[in-house]
């Protein structure tokens, strides 16, 4: 595995806001995952995980850290109901080759950027599912270059947590599923239903990392309709844009420069705060 110079980090996230980073690796096994990081302690560089780059703003300024991606971590092995896919596996192509193996349970997803790995460690929701529901394992990594596998309860999902997001020593490999036989016909449907209600709502028509913030239902309101009644859609800063077809959303409208898109977050935060007495939580992964 080569060890990369001064990469443009722009292109390979879904906000197409990023800089340059002083080094990226691309691991296709342990053995490659262990000679980066390694790498990245001899120079002191601070490392970064970069899944499918979905749910992630970079700097737009260098950034002098070691990005590791997950993205050659792409196998994908089924046996009889279940799946075994690598964490780099993007999870739209992965539905696509469980609905050609008439294997149902992932289709809730259907338009889902990312990759496994990421849907993993956050534990994605759409659609009233969540990957916990088919979870049966994720093989991961440890500080110690020591390989487990972690059980769906050890794991300790919650609403979109889980211990990766508190424990950020574990490395991702890959994750197993539990699925069911079903007619592919009964699959497709569920799948093109959620995707096209993504078209619908305009979810890919401009750069974005999807939902900023996440929902407190203690509340009773989404953070979406928290933002709308607090008269936000539309606002802009820069090039960044609280989103007209879906309030949780900030997109690129405009060549968006990170501080743009930090400065329109913050913004968001104090006026539902002061106009609806609700203090949003970040979901978006913010690197500083």
Do not use: W
């Amino acid at each position: 595995m080569k060890i990369k110079k001064n990469v443009n980090l722009k292109n390979k996230v879904t906000f197409r806001i990023g800089g340059i980073c002083s080094y990226f690796a691309e691991p296709e096994n342990v053995l490659d995952y262990i000679k980066a990081v390694e790498f990245g302690k001899e120079k002191n560089l601070t490392v970064i995980i970069l899944g499918g780059g979905a749910n992630i703003l970079f700097p737009d300024y260098k950034l002098n850290a070691l990005v590791i991606s997950t993205c050659k971590l792409n196998h994908f092995i089924i046996n009889d109901t279940t799946a075994t896919i690598g964490a780099g596996f993007n999870v739209n192509k992965a539905i696509k080759k469980l609905i050609n193996n008439q294997l149902s349970g992932m289709e809730f997803a259907g338009g889902l950027p990312g990759s496994i790995g990421g849907a993993v460690y956050m534990n994605a929701r759409c659609y009233g599912n969540e990957f916990a529901d088919i979870l049966q394992s994720v093989t991961v990594i440890d500080k110690n270059y020591d390989v487990r596998v972690l059980t769906r309860e050890q794991i300790q999902y919650g609403y979109k947590t889980s211990i990766f997001m508190t424990e950020s020593d574990l490395f991702i490999i890959e994750a197993v599923f539990t699925l069911k036989k079903c007619a592919k016909k009964d699959i497709v449907t569920v799948y093109n239903k959620n995707y096209q209600d993504r078209i619908v709502k305009g979810q890919f028509k401009y750069p974005s990392a999807g939902c900023v913030f996440k929902n407190d239902y203690s509340v009773g309101i989404s953070s979406g309709k928290l933002i709308d009644d607090s008269g936000l859609k539309g606002k802009s800063i820069g090039g960044a844009e609280v989103y007209v077809n879906h309030a949780n959303f900030i997109i690129n409208k405009k060549n968006a420069r990170y501080s743009d898109v930090i400065n329109l977050i913050n913004t968001v935060v104090k006026e539902v705060e002061l106009k609806k007495g609700v203090i949003l939580e970040k979901e978006l992964r913010v690197i500083e």
